[in-house]
């Protein structure tokens, strides 16, 4: 028997642990701001953690995400091969750390979009097709101002770069080519909604500031809509 054949069974859910970590949660409650599951879009993701205005706390919380994604996928590729852990592994540990993003166990399996976990992820598969990805964003992002298009966009192109690029700046596999489809699909379900105001014309544009119908928040704070404060008023 193989003396590393029960270390893939140790890895993958470690994987899922680690993608469990909620930054969005964990950045909030160190620097004394609300909790994102309780205002905006309820997404715990650095998007909405900017919500608050706190830029550094979304800066923090995108940097968490992404360096979760990073850090497991990077460590079976780079000391994989000394412990028999092979493209299957690599596969699993890519998927693993990205669902534990989109269903953390430490909220419930109710996370984030998971952009950022998996551009980490593709960030340790291999940097050349990261930076591809993230190129295509900000092309995208500059073109038409949709910041959910553009992860779109660049979702699909990952998969399509991973193919084009085998032989010239890395060697793909087909276990790494699968996960990394399995990424692109479930990033459009958890975009569902952004692709409805999408199509509906209804997204907002990246600079543009959204009419809050309900609550704003600023500061990290729940601030009541003019409706709620004339009713106070009656």
């Known amino acids: 028997m193989n003396e590393y054949a029960l270390l893939p069974w140790i890895v993958v859910p470690l994987a899922y ?10 950045v909030s409650k160190i620097m004394g701001l609300q909790d994102p599951r309780q205002y905006g879009s309820g997404n715990p993701g650095a998007t909405n953690v900017l919500r608050t205005g706190n830029k550094a706390a979304a800066a923090l919380t995108l940097l968490g995400d992404a360096a979760k994604g990073w850090l497991p996928v990077w460590a079976v590729r780079h000391w994989g091969p000394e412990y028999d852990l092979g ?6 540990t890519a998927i693993a750390v990205f669902l534990g993003h989109l269903f953390p166990l430490f909220l419930g399996f109710k996370g984030g979009k998971g952009v950022a976990t998996a551009l980490g992820v593709l960030l ?15 092309a995208s992002a500059l073109i038409w101002r949709y910041s959910s298009l553009a992860a779109l966009i660049a979702a699909l ?7 084009l690029g085998s032989g010239l700046a890395w060697r793909a596999s087909m ?13 459009f379900v958890r975009h569902r909604a952004n692709i409805e105001r999408l199509l509906a014309g209804k997204e907002s544009r990246i600079g543009q500031k959204k009419e809050h119908g309900g609550n704003a928040t600023i500061s990290g704070k729940i601030r009541p809509n003019a409706a709620a404060r004339k009713e106070r008023k009656r």
Do not use: C, N, Q
Request: aromatic fraction near 12%.
């Open 17 to 26: 642990l680690i993608g469990s970590l909620p930054f969005a949660v964990i």
């Open 87 to 92: 493209a299957s592994v690599l596969a699993f």
């Open 124 to 138: 340790g598969l291999t940097p050349w097709l990261a930076l591809l990805v993230i190129l295509t964003w900000l």
């Open 157 to 163: 192109a990952a998969p399509l770069y991973y193919i």
């Open 175 to 187: 276990e790494v080519g699968t996960a990394i489809v399995a990424m692109t699909l479930l990033l």
